[in-house]
């Protein structure tokens, strides 16, 4: 079964662009490339950021779609963690009138104990996506981390 987020994300395949902050508070370009895979049973996000300096600080390469069992997963392998890291769509919403947002969790948010993580996107209105990451170290706080809104190129 195809999902609504899937579908909606390969209507606005393509790619966009936009500023971010990370968790240091330094400023990026952040790109995003969304690319439908198998006649829309999943998508594909290419995601970069980039300081102004040219560093690469973040590149992942995430396919969004079903499991057979368990619902709709966010498979992310990212330069920042040293594998595969799969999140379970835990919350679908609109924020606002204008804002659809979808929320895939590693872990649970409230567990001290372990690393956890959220990624949110954000699907605006106005054609633009937020992609947000917030995340906790074992006995750390769980925050919104980093962050970028890019608009269709």
Sequence with gaps: MKSDLIKKLSQQKGTFKGRGLNHEKQTFDGVLTLIPLLSGLGI??????????????????????PTLTDGLYLFNLNSNMPGLVSHKLIREESSSPN?????????DRANKNVFREEITLELHSNGGIAYKYAWGMPQGEFADRSGAMMLPI
């Excluded at 995601?47 to 390469?61: L, M």
């Design 44 to 65: 594909s996000l290419h995601f970069r950021a980039t300081g102004e300096d040219g560093a690469v600080f973040h590149e992942e390469y995430t396919t969004i779609a």
């Design 99 to 107: 804002v659809e947002c979808a929320v895939f969790a590693f872990e």
